[in-house]
């Protein structure tokens, strides 16, 4: 971490040439194990050391205007020389070899520290922390703490709001976690990985009072408080409804209910409903008989339609009247009129009925033949011209 090799990082990175001018500068991943020549960069406000083989924190005196400074994932076992920088706000000192918190209790407005990943054990080792009043952020993550009475050092901070000690032994051990850290931790609006709302806080507190019949009585009264607050608005919105609705009434006249259509509109209106009434009605009269039909087995050949059967009655009325012709006798002509003449008389153009009767008889069966006479219809043999 020479001086010449710092100027040439400033350049890369569009800083400054003169070291007092600059206000960050990134020197993490780029190997160092000493932290060093930093005197002259007396501007500082953000200093990123992550990443590098850096043992010791030291040489650092000169950068009073520094706020935060990141020296996670490195090789640190001792926090230590931070007196000096009396504006720090945020410490990062994750991933290291840190087995005790010490050299913060001079770090007055210290807001926010990361230490989770190290070697963080019992309540003696955290103790300094009851001294840092100013910090609010604590990250203890993935140490191995696991005394319960550490829960006492974080009841002496008084501005601590968001605290992670997850995946740390202690926990199982503290009976009630999450009710005990949010009823002794007045202030706390964030435990690990969740907020804490302020009805959790409320009912965690009266369950602190009279345990669990507590709790569960102040969650019935957010309930009710929650549905009363609903009702509240909505009665709001209806007053807002009616009164948009009388000022419209005042500006455009009464709104009708039922507008007044004329005649060829009511009509038309009737028609069409009519129309989607009778669409519905056969709609489900079909379905029913779609299920008779499923219920009683029948196919769509077995099931004669209604134009079938006016067919088969047709043909039953021919096969009447053409044997009330056989066995009928012919009585006395009726007399003829002139209509009557011009009218045989085109008859008689178009060929004598009576020369062809015989060939008729032919096709004629007799009268007992005719009534015992199956008729065999094939539904499927119809074509279109039949």
């Known amino acids: 971490m020479t001086p010449k090799y710092l100027k040439q990082l400033c350049l890369e990175q569009?800083?400054?040439?003169?070291?007092?001018?600059?206000?960050?500068?990134?020197?993490?991943?780029?190997?160092?194990?000493?932290?060093e020549n930093l005197e002259p960069y007396t501007g500082l406000r953000a200093l990123w050391l992550e990443g590098n083989g850096i043992g010791k924190i030291k040489n650092l005196d000169q950068l009073v205007e520094l706020r935060c400074l990141f020296l996670?994932?490195?090789?640190?076992?001792?926090?230590?020389n931070l007196d000096a920088l009396i504006n720090l706000d945020t410490l990062n000192v994750a991933n290291n070899l840190i087995k005790r918190i010490q050299g913060l209790s001079n770090l007055h407005k210290l807001k926010t520290l990361q230490i989770d990943h190290n070697y963080?054990?019992?309540?003696?080792?955290?103790?300094?922390l009851a001294q840092c009043q100013s910090l609010g952020v604590l990250d203890m993550s993935f140490n191995h703490l696991d005394d319960p009475a550490i829960v006492e050092v974080f009841e002496k901070m008084g501005e601590l709001t968001v605290l992670n000690i997850m995946s740390n032994p202690v926990i199982p051990k503290i009976a009630n976690y999450r009710r005990t850290m949010v009823a002794r931790l007045k202030k706390l609006a964030y435990l690990d990985d969740r907020p804490v709302f302020e009805n959790e806080r409320l009912a965690t507190e009266a369950w602190a009072v009279g345990g669990m019949e507590a709790e569960r009585e102040e969650r019935m009264r957010q309930k009710d408080e929650e549905r009363?607050?609903?009702?509240?608005n909505?009665?709001?919105?209806?007053?807002?409804?009616?009164?948009?609705?009388?000022?419209?009434?005042?500006?455009?006249?009464?709104?009708?209910?039922?507008?007044?259509?004329?005649?060829?509109?009511?009509?038309?209106?009737?028609?069409?409903?009519k129309k989607i009434e009778d669409q519905e009605e056969t709609s489900e009269s079909d379905a029913d008989g779609a299920v008779s039909d499923?219920?009683?087995?029948?196919?769509?050949?077995?099931?004669i339609t209604g134009a079938e059967k006016d067919l088969l009655e047709s043909i039953a009325f021919d096969d009447q009247q053409q044997d009330i012709l056989n066995t009928s006798d012919i009585e006395?002509?009726?007399?003829?009129?002139?209509?009557?003449?011009?009218?045989?008389?085109?008859?008689?153009?178009?060929?004598?009925i009576g020369d062809n009767i015989p060939d008729l008889e032919e096709h004629i069966l007799p009268m007992d033949q005719a009534v015992n006479q199956p008729k065999k219809l094939s539904v499927h043999a119809w074509g279109p011209s039949e």
């Open 120 to 128: 963080l054990r019992t309540v003696e080792d955290i103790a300094e």
């Open 294 to 303: 499923a219920e009683s087995g029948k196919t769509k050949i077995e099931t």
């Open 14 to 35: 569009k800083a400054y040439a003169t070291p007092e001018l600059n206000d960050k500068i990134y020197l993490h991943f780029k190997g160092f194990s000493n932290i």
């Open 228 to 232: 009363k607050a609903h009702d509240r």
């Open 332 to 352: 006395d002509p009726v007399p003829v009129s002139n209509d009557d003449e011009s009218c045989a008389k085109d008859s008689m153009a178009m060929g004598d």
């Open 72 to 80: 996670h994932q490195n090789c640190i076992e001792i926090i230590e």
């Open 234 to 273: 909505f009665e709001a919105l209806k007053k807002m409804q009616e009164a948009a609705r009388l000022k419209r009434a005042e500006k455009y006249g009464p709104e009708e209910i039922d507008p007044v259509l004329e005649p060829k509109l009511q009509a038309f209106r009737d028609e069409m409903l």
